[in-house]
Nanobody, 124 residues
């Protein structure tokens, strides 16, 4: 089993920055595909950024150039650096992982392990 615990969310003004962290236990992050999803009230969960075991990344268009997904293998931790935050980025952010190490899927159904979420609120 893979255990994931997100942290780093909070409330910021538009244009601000946040860095989300997701330390993993039970498995080595470098051998997994990992992702950040978000879900706003009344909306479907969407895959924001994905990184596979080869280090390939994929982002949804709305965050390209503003968000960066990365991992620190020594700390066994996934990160999401978010710059130039907008009110529409407001959501609960979730860390996800899957043992299909090649995956770059943005579909929530394709991911097996989930954290409990961390709230990001961006004020205009």
């Amino acid at each position: 089993q893979v255990q994931l615990v997100e942290s780093g969310g909070g409330s910021v003004q538009a244009g601000g920055s946040l860095r989300l962290s997701c330390p993993a236990s039970g498995y080595t992050v470098s051998t997994l595909s990992m992702a950040w999803f978000r879900q706003a009230p009344g909306k479907e969960r969407e895959g924001v950024a994905v990184i596979n075991s080869a280090g390939e990344t994929s982002y949804i268009d709305s965050v390209k150039g503003r968000f960066t997904i990365s991992r620190d293998n020594a700390k066994n931790t996934l990160f999401l650096q978010m710059f130039s935050l907008k009110p529409e980025d407001t959501a609960m952010y979730y860390c996800a992982a899957d043992k299909r190490f090649w995956s770059l899927s943005h579909r929530a159904d394709d991911w097996t392990y989930w954290g409990q979420g961390t709230q990001v609120t961006v004020a205009s």
